[in-house]
């Protein structure tokens, strides 16, 4: 009796070991790519969290003023370390419709209703911060809205 492999046992465990060795490569391969984008969306959010607290604490010195922002909109580029990070913020006036008063309701109903409506437009603001990235040659983004009053 021989002890030992044949040639063709050692050929196929060769062969199940390149197919597992794959898959494990694989599978590594997929895992850096998943750390890799938490780790852009976790650098997005931060910088998000940084840009939203300026704006805010802008417009709150503004308020303190007097002065209360209409619609705008800026844009830019983060600096570095963060250059391939953009941003674009926007400014509104929040209107609300009015809600349905039906037939019954008078004119002075409607004219306060209408009233209200000024009011809130003239005293809520929605903030909305988009930022994107390029990720594997595609245009990535995510945006964060808030509301700001003056009272």
Known sequence: MKKGFT???????LAVFGLAMTAIVGFNERGYMNEAKARRMTTAVGL????????QLDIEKDISKGSFPEEKTDEGEFERPFEDYKWK????RVELPLPPLGDEAG???KQIMDIMKTQISDSIREIK????W???EKE??????THITKM
Not at 89 to 92: G, K, M, N, Y
Not at 140 to 145: G, H, L, M, T
């Open 7 to 13: 040639l063709l046992e050692v050929m196929l465990a």
């Open 140 to 145: 990535k983004s995510f945006s964060v809205v």
């Open 89 to 92: 913020l926007e400014v509104r």
């Open 48 to 55: 998000a969290s940084t840009k939203m607290t300026d704006a």
């Open 134 to 136: 390029k990720e594997m």
């Open 129 to 132: 911060l988009t930022i994107s």
């Open 107 to 109: 004119a002075a109903t």
